[in-house]
């Protein structure tokens, strides 16, 4: 079985879009439903992480990144040995590419 570390980006980056549906669209059962589908995520990606397909640009792919979709969200995570990094949960909409590309 894999270890699963979480990134700081990743705690904000699910709060804040948790707190967007939640205050601002004034929708509590949505981000409840969206909150629950991150943490089935969670498990699914450290059952079989090679499930998930290798993130859908090139220089994304080339630094180890793989993405689940969850809604209209992708989370990005890495797989290093044993171990599972979460990166980023990130509205697909977004300009994710360059978010994620320049964290490293």
Do not use: H, T
């Not at 949960?89 to 590419?97: E, S």
Request: hydrophobic residues 40%; glycine residues 2%.
């Amino acid at each position: 079985m894999y270890e699963i570390k979480f990134s700081n980006y990743l705690y904000e980056d699910v709060k804040s879009s948790v707190n967007y549906i939640k205050y601002i669209l004034q929708n509590p059962a949505a981000a409840r439903r969206l909150k629950n589908e991150v943490k089935k995520a969670y498990k699914k990606v450290k059952e079989n992480p090679y499930a998930y397909p290798a993130a859908p640009v090139e220089c994304l792919a080339q630094k180890g990144y793989r993405f689940i979709k969850i809604k209209n969200y992708l989370l990005f995570f890495k797989v290093r040995e044993k171990q599972i990094y979460i990166e980023r949960f990130l509205y697909g909409p977004r300009d994710w590419i360059n978010i994620i590309g320049n964290m490293n």
